[in-house]
């Protein structure tokens, strides 16, 4: 087991037994997620933004418009902290004050840089691709150099993360265990439905197979 460094920042300070610096795990969460939080500070002013993600070995990728104010100045290696929460279910306890959530989440620290190199940008965005759904590069058309210059690319390195995750039944107080109240877990997972095609798209085209395999829940998402 290869475990990410203990920072000051990475070491939980409640419940501490739920959290893990574990590599492996740490990657099975990024790898199941689609969104990130970006929280970073600018102008004196605290801000999170939601933004898709990628992970490709010891790195975090984000992107988006070369226009996006959070792009640019996190472009310029400051603080940032990405979070990114799976939730796996509803913890109802017999009191109101034990309910909880089933969940998995990381948490990264960390400065990003912004990779300038057309071949590892489009490296980073066929990665970001293929991580939304395997096999959709192959098809489409890819980015222009128009394209590349207005995207803007980030990588940040994942030596300073950690994990927390909750699971198993309500924990309640032993006096109300005795409480004539339902209590358990009310599990959740993401699921895709059928695809709907664009109004647009000529009857003869066939939905691609990674499509009906989202569908199916064949592809690595939960």
């Known amino acids: ?107 990264v620290f960390g400065r990003a840089t912004a990779i300038d190199h057309q071949a590892e940008k489009f490296r980073a965005l066929r990665i970001l691709s293929e991580h939304i759904i395997p096999g959709r590069w192959a098809e489409v058309r890819e980015p222009s150099d128009r394209e590349l210059q207005l995207t803007t690319v980030l990588s940040l390195p994942l030596a300073e993360a950690s994990a927390k995750i909750r699971t198993g039944p309500p924990l309640d107080d032993e006096a109300d265990y005795d409480l004539p109240v339902w209590a358990g877990v009310i599990p959740l997972r993401m699921i895709a439905e059928a695809p709907i095609a664009d109004p647009r798209l000529p009857s003869s085209i066939l939905v691609s197979k990674y499509a009906s395999e989202y569908e199916r829940g064949n592809i690595r998402k939960a």
Request: proline content about 5%; aromatic content about 6%; some cysteine.
């Open 1 to 107: 087991m290869t475990s990410i460094p203990q920072t000051p920042r990475t070491t939980l300070k409640r419940l501490p037994q739920r959290g893990s610096h574990d590599r492996e795990l740490i990657n099975r969460i990024l790898d199941e997620g689609f969104i990130c939080h970006v929280g970073f500070i600018i102008d004196g002013q605290p801000v999170v933004i939601p933004t898709g993600y990628a992970r490709a070995g010891d790195n975090l990728f984000i992107h988006g418009s070369q226009a996006s104010r959070m792009l640019r100045r996190l472009a310029d290696a400051i603080d940032v902290c990405v979070t990114i929460t799976l939730i796996d279910g509803l913890v109802l306890a017999r009191s109101a004050f034990h309910h909880s959530m089933n969940y998995r989440s990381v948490v």
